[in-house]
Nanobody, 113 residues
């Protein structure tokens, strides 16, 4: 079965950096678009960035976030930099198979001094 496991979140000061990782299993990773979303309590989950094997599709945090993937390791990454308090959220790894969405458990990113 599809499994997505995020890691790398934590508490960071404004201006700091974090690298989020997502380990994927249970499907042919290289064939799927991988996404990072984030969600603040009380708000809808929002798309941060998407990547296919051929390259980046979209990135709403361009300049402060870089999405990448390693098909050999079935991993997708989100490098966050120059973080702001408003970036505080739970960050989720996601992939889609037709109309079915698969989500990880999320990793909390807290930006605070």
């Amino acid at each position: 079965q599809v499994q997505l496991v995020e890691s790398g979140g934590g508490l960071v000061q404004p201006g700091g950096s974090l690298r989020l990782s997502c380990a994927a299993s249970g499907f042919t990773f290289s064939r799927y678009v991988m996404n990072w979303y984030r969600q603040v309590p009380g708000k809808e989950r929002e798309l941060v960035a998407s990547i296919r094997s051929a390259g980046v599709i979209t990135n709403s945090m361009k300049g402060r976030a870089t999405i990448s993937r390693d098909n050999a390791k079935n991993m997708v990454y989100l490098q966050l930099s120059n973080l702001r308090p408003e970036d505080t959220a739970i960050y989720y790894c996601n992939t889609r198979d037709g109309f079915v969405n698969y989500w990880g458990q999320g990793t909390q990113v807290t930006v605070s001094s």
